[in-house]
């Protein structure tokens, strides 16, 4: 058993992390702004606390007697605050929890990024030197929200040149969250449901029809936690599902809303994500267990008998 802090344990993607690790034996502390009523976090030990009060959250750290520490804390959503606060907070928050935790003596300490880092979306145009998308993809930010998520995979470069070996960082980008009540009918994080998302390509393209379900993350984030002492310090993985949010071939939607991208998107054949979990498989042996097809059903999706891109293909997640 583990005793893991986590940073953000009230937001959508904390409450699920935080139930799953408990589910598997660990033991949980969540520090958020405010204590939380949610289901998933009931028997779990939480501390309010401001976590942009560095000292505060370094004090607040190192009384968790924490063996880990999963940064989640952070704005989620671009453009849902003026550029300069999300940057001022997210940023701020990157350096007071991880430097904190740092500070607190906790020897394995893990942050969430964003696949936004890759620039998609930019106004001035986006193509990409090939699909799927992975970790050796440059990133090319170009709002606050991408911006602050690159800092804090910088920021864990800054703290492992600090202190070496000493103690173990990673980052993980999340694609699009899909928590479990989501799968039901609750609102996603931009406001749709998730059958809307399907029916309609517009609502999924912002994100390149990538997503997770958040049960998986809890699984990878407990096997990035155990492989941590085994891995070259620092790494980032992307944690994505297998297949796309999509009803449609990537190939032919990826082009009709990135302009450019006929030629790179053609290997995406049928539902294939544009972004690949294939360093997850092989660095930690993780991989999603649930998908689209499988949590809404024949009659809820009309295509579940579409067929998911095998994971050992390399011209799916090379």
């Known amino acids: 058993m583990t005793r893991i802090a986590v940073t953000g344990g ?38 309010a606390i401001d976590l942009s009060d560095a000292d505060a959250t370094a004090v607040a750290l190192a009384g968790t007697r924490a063996d880990a520490l999963i940064h989640l804390a952070a704005i989620a959503v671009p453009f849902s605050a003026p550029e300069d606060v999300i940057m001022r907070t997210n940023a701020g928050l990157a350096v007071s929890v991880l430097g904190g935790a740092v500070k607190a003596g906790i020897p394995r300490i893990v942050a969430a990024s964003s696949p936004t880092v890759l620039g998609y979306g930019a106004p001035t145009g986006w193509v990409p030197g090939r699909f799927p998308l992975d970790e050796d993809t440059p990133p090319r930010p170009w709002n606050a929200y991408a911006l602050s998520k690159l800092l804090i995979e910088q920021t864990i470069a800054m703290l492992a040149r600090q202190t070496g070996d000493a103690t173990r960082f990673a980052a993980f980008r999340p694609c699009y969250v899909i928590a479990p009540e989501e799968w039901a009918g609750a609102l996603t994080q931009q406001g749709h449901t998730v059958r809307e998302r399907l029916d309609d390509p517009a609502l999924s393209a912002p994100a390149i029809f990538n997503y997770v379900d958040a049960r998986d993350v809890a699984v990878f984030a407990d096997t990035l936690l155990a492989a941590l002492p085994e891995i070259p310090n620092g790494e980032t993985f992307f944690v994505a599902a297998d297949d796309a949010l999509a009803r449609e071939p990537l190939a032919d939607l990826v082009p009709r809303f ?20 294939a360093k997850a498989r092989r660095v930690l042996g993780w991989s999603p267990a649930h998908s689209w097809r499988g949590e809404l059903g024949d ?20």
């Open 10 to 47: 009230a937001g959508r993607l904390g409450r699920s992390l935080v139930a799953g690790l408990a589910a598997s034996g660990h033991d949980l502390v969540s520090l958020d702004h405010a204590v939380s009523d949610a289901p998933e976090l009931a028997g779990v030990e939480q501390v």
């Open 258 to 277: 990135f302009p450019g991208t006929d030629d790179v998107a053609a290997v995406l054949t049928g539902t294939t994500p544009a972004f690949s979990n």
């Open 299 to 318: 009659a809820a999706t009309g295509s579940a008998t579409d067929p998911i891109p095998d994971p050992a293909r390399k011209d799916v997640l090379a």
